[in-house]
């Protein structure tokens, strides 16, 4: 009774202290100017805008926070047209600035997708090496990038005008063949060093190296359950510091595809709005090439070449992970304008959420239609490859075809799941190879077919918008296709090249032992489930059984007897 | 004394254990099991590819009865855990020839 009692009394005492509260309120308020809704303008001398109001009255809808007053000028009665503009160019940048590292900081959190997709897929005696992989891309990649990856994919971009202009970017290695420029790497911006100590720059390559991350984990997941964590440290230096910058230097940096067009004659060049090849596919060839080098997992196939199912251990897993990146998607395309002021945003994240749903969508009923039941892993693997084939077309596209562009990306995606592992005999546990590869490079091709000429103006130095091939450009899709077959030819290239030396030093795949027994223990030392390992110690965790219990008489004097009873 | 095995599927387990203990059951021990029957599993397909299920999950309920309870607890556990369809499972029975209970020291049925 007495604890209720005191609940009433508590009540009570609030209820009044809000009475008093609101009381006193309404009274400042019929102290404040008769027109409440422009505060200045009735107290302070007539122009002048910088005196803010003497009695500081809320602003619950906004409409008075954020006006003339905040713009600084030096004579508030005679505000100069240039101190106005510098406000204005200032804010325009600020709203460019903040939408780039917000859009930025989700594309971070992509690595969380990638590690829950590529662990539920995995066996549980590997989703410790699975998700520390995962883990330590993200420092590994970003510190290559940092050492030199930045300096040769962006180190000759020019000016990025969005971005106030990123002056110290200006150094293109440049060969000249056939009579034309072919800008090959840029030489400025390694270790962000002193050179390059602008906003603007740091912006970029908090963006850009989020995007190099992502291209960075997605072969952790087609080659994961075999793969040596020494060769994946060098590959992680490898990919961030050569492979990524070279090809994203020429699509993103100013490079000899980004001139296509206007060396060659060809559309705009190589067109690729959010990275379907420069990330996406470069992740897949790679993705490729290392799985080929390190083959099949033991036990994937029979001894008569066919497939055997290898189920993933924790499909809920798979499918949080499927969303978190679908959310960070959001980040990743409507981002790459680098523009919070270019409204095109609206349009680009509306494309890039249908092309998603088309694809899982499709990939679900063709499982269902084929095999009877929709399976989830194809769903999310569906969801993805939709994602993946947007990103490219995702700024100029209507919203049909970005649902068209995901619903062939979802049976695109099954075709090339079974094509991979049934005719290729590749072991790509998670489908990386089907997903950022091959939907990568329909991605950049369907760019070529289907933009419809409303967006881009200006594109790459060429004057005019992005125009594809069913909207009267073919030369567009002619780029599109050189961009797409020299992603291939150069990342397959350079990277088998490099998995086949790393064999001959390093060595890729660890031992048949350790990988029948899980890579958990062997190459990360951490269980990811101890508990459910049957082994003295680990099931019972620190807890030591207890000893036999010391004779009463030894009690100290004045200790309770503790009843011994479970 | 009789001990009873019964394998069961395991989303029955919880009907089986309160026919049980109407039965007169008094203490059981359940653990997950794996295993299979004539049928040998059955074959499911992931991303495309056949796999065999070859060792079905099912549940094992091993209870020590009395001699002159032990039918009523067999009956139990047939009314409750069968569904006609293949899977349903086996009851083992077999008799026991002493129970001790640790904290005490007592044999036979007063252990039970």
Same mark, same amino acid.
């Given at each position: 009774?007495?604890?209720?009692?005191?609940?009433?009394?508590?009540?009570?005492?609030?209820?009044?202290?809000?009475?008093?509260?609101?009381?006193?309120?309404?009274?400042?308020?019929?102290?404040?100017?008769?027109?409440?809704? /422009?505060?200045?303008?009735?107290?302070?001398?007539?122009?002048?805008?910088?005196?803010?109001?003497?009695?500081?009255?809320?602003?619950?809808?906004?409409?008075?926070?954020?006006?003339?007053?905040?713009?600084?000028?030096?004579?508030?009665?005679?505000?100069?047209?240039?101190?106005?503009?510098?406000?204005?160019?200032?804010?325009?940048?600020?709203?460019?600035?903040?939408?780039?590292?917000?859009?930025?900081?989700?594309?971070?959190?992509?690595?969380?997708?990638?590690?829950?997709?590529?662990? !539920?897929?995995?066996?549980?005696?590997?989703?410790?090496?699975?998700?520390?992989?995962?883990?330590?891309?993200?420092?590994?990649?970003?510190?290559?990038?940092?050492?030199?990856?930045? &300096?040769?994919?962006?180190?000759?971009?020019?000016?990025?005008?969005?971005?106030?202009?990123?002056?110290?970017?200006?150094?293109?290695?440049?060969?000249?063949?056939?009579?034309?420029?072919?800008?090959?790497?840029?030489?400025?911006?390694? @270790?962000?060093?002193?050179?390059?100590?602008?906003? !603007?720059?740091?912006?970029?390559?908090?963006?850009?190296?989020?995007?190099?991350?992502?291209?960075?984990?997605?072969? %952790?997941? &087609?080659?994961?359950?075999?793969?040596?964590?020494?060769?994946?440290?060098?590959?992680?230096?490898?990919?961030?510091?050569?492979?990524?910058?070279?090809?994203?230097?020429?699509?993103?940096?100013?490079?000899?595809?980004?001139?296509?067009?206007?060396?060659?004659?060809?559309?705009?060049?190589?067109?690729?709005?959010?990275?379907?090849?420069?990330?996406?596919?470069?992740?897949?060839?790679?993705?490729?090439?290392?799985?080929?080098?390190?083959?099949?997992?033991?036990?994937?196939?029979?001894?008569?070449?066919?497939?055997?199912?290898?189920?993933?251990?924790?499909?809920?897993?798979?499918?949080?992970? %499927?969303?978190?990146?679908?959310?960070?998607?959001?980040? @990743?395309?409507?981002?790459?304008?680098?523009?919070?002021?270019?409204?095109?945003?609206?349009?680009?994240?509306?494309?890039?959420?249908?092309?998603?749903?088309?694809?899982?969508?499709?990939?679900?009923?063709?499982?269902?239609?084929?095999?009877?039941?929709?399976?989830?892993?194809?769903?999310?693997?569906?969801?993805?490859?939709?994602?993946?084939?947007?990103?490219?077309?995702?700024?100029?596209?209507?919203?049909?075809?970005?649902?068209?562009?995901?619903?062939?990306?979802?049976?695109?995606?099954?075709?090339?799941?079974?094509?991979?592992?049934?005719?290729?005999?590749?072991?790509?546990?998670?489908?990386?190879?089907?997903?950022?590869?091959?939907?990568?490079?329909?991605?950049?091709?369907?760019?070529?077919?289907?933009?419809?000429?409303?967006?881009?103006?200006?594109?790459?130095?060429?004057?005019?918008?992005?125009?594809?091939?069913?909207?009267?450009?073919?030369?567009?899709?002619? &780029?599109?296709?050189?961009?797409?077959?020299?992603? $291939?030819?150069?990342?397959?290239?350079?990277?088998?090249?490099? $998995?086949?030396?790393?064999?001959?030093?390093?060595?890729?795949?660890?031992?048949? /032992?350790? /990988?029948? &027994? !899980?890579?958990?223990?062997?190459?990360?030392?951490?269980?990811?489930?101890?508990?459910?390992?049957?082994?003295?110690?680990?099931?019972?965790?620190?807890?030591?059984?207890?000893?036999?219990?010391?004779?009463?008489?030894?009690?100290?004097?004045?200790?309770?007897?503790?009843?011994?009873?479970? | 004394?009789?001990?009873?095995?019964?394998?069961?599927? =395991?989303?029955?387990?919880?009907?089986?254990?309160?026919?049980?203990?109407?039965?007169?059951?008094?203490?059981?021990?359940?653990?997950?099991?794996?295993?299979?029957?004539?049928?040998?599993?059955?074959?499911?397909?992931?991303?495309?590819?056949?796999?065999?299920?070859?060792?079905? =999950?099912?549940?094992?309920?091993? #209870?020590?009865?009395?001699?002159?309870?032990?039918?009523?607890?067999?009956?139990?556990?047939?009314?409750?855990?069968?569904?006609?369809?293949?899977?349903?499972?086996? #009851?083992?029975?077999?008799?026991?020839?002493? #129970? #001790?209970?640790?904290?005490?020291?007592?044999?036979?049925?007063?252990?039970?």
């Amino acid at each position: 009774m007495s604890m209720r009692r005191r609940l009433f009394v508590s009540f009570g005492i609030g209820v009044v202290l809000m009475l008093g509260v609101t009381g006193l309120r309404s009274i400042a308020r019929a102290q404040a100017p008769a027109v409440p809704v /422009e505060p200045a303008a009735t107290t302070a001398p007539p122009p002048a805008p910088v005196a803010a109001a003497p009695v500081a009255v809320p602003d619950p809808t906004g409409d008075n926070t954020g006006t003339a007053s905040d713009v600084v000028v030096k004579d508030a009665k005679a505000p100069q047209l240039d101190e106005v503009m510098t406000t204005v160019g200032h804010s325009k940048i600020a709203i460019n600035l903040m939408w780039t590292l917000l859009t930025g900081f989700l594309v971070m959190f992509m690595q969380a997708g990638f590690a829950l997709v590529e662990t !539920g897929f995995c066996r549980a005696k590997n989703a410790a090496h699975t998700m520390a992989m995962n883990f330590m891309i993200y420092p590994i990649g970003m510190l290559g990038y940092w050492i030199c990856g930045f &300096a040769l994919q962006m180190g000759g971009v020019g000016a990025v005008a969005v971005l106030g202009g990123t002056p110290p970017l200006n150094s293109e290695f440049v060969v000249t063949l056939f009579g034309h420029p072919f800008g090959l790497f840029g030489t400025k911006g390694f @270790f962000l060093s002193a050179d390059v100590y602008d906003v !603007g720059v740091f912006a970029l390559f908090l963006f850009q190296m989020v995007f190099m991350d992502t291209t960075c984990t997605i072969p %952790t997941g &087609a080659m994961a359950e075999r793969w040596k964590w020494s060769s994946f440290l060098v590959y992680g230096f490898f990919i961030s510091m050569f492979t990524y910058p070279l090809f994203a230097n020429w699509v993103w940096g100013g490079g000899w595809l980004a001139q296509l067009g206007v060396n060659f004659g060809l559309g705009h060049g190589h067109v690729d709005f959010a990275g379907s090849s420069v990330v996406h596919m470069v992740g897949g060839v790679a993705a490729l090439a290392g799985a080929m080098v390190l083959g099949p997992r033991i036990g994937k196939y029979t001894k008569e070449g066919k497939p055997v199912a290898i189920p993933g251990h924790h499909i809920p897993m798979a499918l949080l992970g %499927t969303f978190i990146l679908a959310f960070g998607w959001f980040g @990743f395309n409507p981002g790459s304008t680098l523009a919070g002021g270019d409204l095109r945003i609206a349009v680009v994240a509306t494309n890039t959420m249908l092309a998603g749903t088309g694809g899982a969508i499709a990939a679900m009923v063709y499982m269902m239609t084929r095999f009877g039941k929709p399976d989830p892993s194809m769903m999310a693997n569906g969801m993805l490859a939709g994602l993946v084939a947007i990103t490219a077309p995702c700024a100029f596209v209507t919203a049909p075809v970005a649902m068209l562009i995901g619903t062939v990306a979802g049976v695109l995606v099954c075709w090339a799941v079974f094509f991979v592992e049934g005719t290729l005999k590749i072991d790509d546990p998670v489908g990386a190879i089907s997903v950022h590869g091959v939907n990568g490079a329909w991605g950049v091709l369907s760019l070529g077919l289907f933009a419809d000429g409303v967006y881009g103006d200006g594109w790459n130095g060429v004057p005019g918008k992005v125009t594809g091939l069913f909207y009267g450009a073919p030369k567009q899709f002619l &780029a599109q296709c050189v961009g797409t077959l020299t992603c $291939f030819v150069f990342v397959f290239a350079s990277m088998w090249v490099f $998995f086949k030396l790393v064999d001959v030093i390093l060595g890729n795949r660890v031992s048949a /032992e350790v /990988e029948l &027994a !899980g890579l958990d223990l062997p190459e990360v030392g951490a269980l990811a489930y101890p508990e459910f390992v049957l082994s003295p110690g680990s099931s019972v965790g620190a807890f030591e059984p207890p000893k036999p219990l010391p004779a009463p008489a030894a009690a100290p004097a004045g200790a309770t007897a503790r009843v011994e009873s479970f | 004394m009789k001990k009873i095995e019964a394998i069961v599927r =395991p989303h029955l387990l919880e009907a089986v254990k309160n026919a049980l203990q109407e039965a007169g059951v008094v203490g059981m021990t359940v653990s997950e099991v794996k295993g299979y029957g004539r049928q040998k599993g059955h074959t499911e397909t992931y991303r495309g590819s056949e796999y065999k299920i070859e060792l079905v =999950p099912k549940v094992k309920i091993e #209870v020590a009865i009395a001699e002159e309870l032990a039918e009523g607890a067999v009956d139990a556990v047939l009314k409750t855990a069968k569904t006609g369809k293949f899977g349903d499972g086996k #009851v083992f029975v077999s008799s026991l020839e002493d #129970v #001790v209970r640790i904290r005490t020291g007592e044999h036979g049925e007063q252990a039970l």
